[in-house]
């Protein structure tokens, strides 16, 4: 039982009883979204990581072990009724360690008959030549990363078709917002910004990026857990409006009531910076997404569900006050 910061046990809280049970392995910024999430609905919700703690709502359970072990995910998940797979392995060691983990956690959800949901980016595709990308388009993925990234979705739906466990995938792009620190729109733009620092940026900051909230990630999540039309496909949950990078920026710079410009990092930098940083090193490898017109359509999923994204003029000032309060 997660002990609290105030001394509160879980047990002692007052929650609301649900015959539902969300097991959510992953407490990075997606996965505790979705927990705060579930937990306001007041939903029964266990999150899993490798420590056993997490920052979590009360009345949510943490329990602590290693995901890429089925018998522990087999045991975890005991009574679940929808399984979500929000984890994220260290970047540089993706192709090693990603797929034991999905693997496993497969294994938990077929075991206690539970619906699993699985949470992707959009390494799969490849490049498109700024054509905007829709869940139909192929997995023309050269890299590493996102080739492993499209087996493990092909694994999912074949392990859905084969009637092993329910599947249902949600993708979404670049993320920014509460504890999304280590994405290319967190901390490397928000800090500098609040400063009243320039920001600098990989790609062209005046393409079209589509970026995704990432509450909104959480609550997409929660919706294709408890959506029966959900299953079987995958779904790119829903996004603003897509602006440019620079223009992107500018909203932050409004929001945090400061001055600053906006460039972009010089390809020889990137490609020097990543001998001494292994982030931007594995970057390098969807540099397409940062280079060439990148808007994601999430159509299928506001149509199918009526669920839409928050407005970037809420998202980002809500941003903004968080990356304050959390200084570095």
Known sequence: MNRWRDGTQAAELNVKETTVT???????????????HLAAAGE??????????????????????????????????RGA????????????????????LQSAVLQGAAAAGAKLVSFENLYLYGPTDGAPL???LPSAATGPKGQVRAQMARDLLAAHDA????????????????RGLVSSMG???????????????????????????????????????????ADGRAWHLPNADTITTRTFIEKIYEAAG?????????????????????????????????????????????SAFGQRATPLDEAIPTTVEWFRASPK
């Open 22 to 36: 969300h097991v959510v392995f992953g407490t990075g910024p997606v996965g505790l979204a979705l927990v705060e």
């Open 44 to 77: 029964k919700v266990t999150a899993v990581n490798r420590g056993g703690r997490a920052d979590v709502p009360p009345g949510v359970d943490v329990v602590g072990g290693d995901a890429s072990d089925p018998e522990f995910t087999t045991e975890a998940v």
């Open 81 to 100: 009724a929808v399984v979500y797979q929000c984890l994220g392995p260290p970047y540089d060691r993706w192709p090693e360690l990603f797929p034991p």
């Open 134 to 136: 829709t869940e139909d």
């Open 163 to 178: 009637g092993t466990v329910r599947v249902a995938i949600g993708r979404a792009s670049t993320y920014f917002g509460p």
């Open 187 to 229: 901390e490397r733009v928000f800090y500098p910004v609040i400063a009243g620092k320039n920001a600098q940026v990989i790609g062209d900051p005046d393409q079209p990026h589509t970026v995704s909230y990432i509450p909104d990630i959480g609550a997409g999540l929660a919706t294709l857990g408890a959506r029966d039309k």
């Open 258 to 302: 400061t001055d600053g410009k906006v460039s972009a990092m010089p390809r020889f930098m990137v490609n020097l910076v990543a001998l001494f940083n292994s982030n931007v090193r594995e970057l390098k490898e969807v540099l397409f997404e940062f280079e060439e017109p990148f808007v994601v359509d999430s159509s299928a999923f506001e």
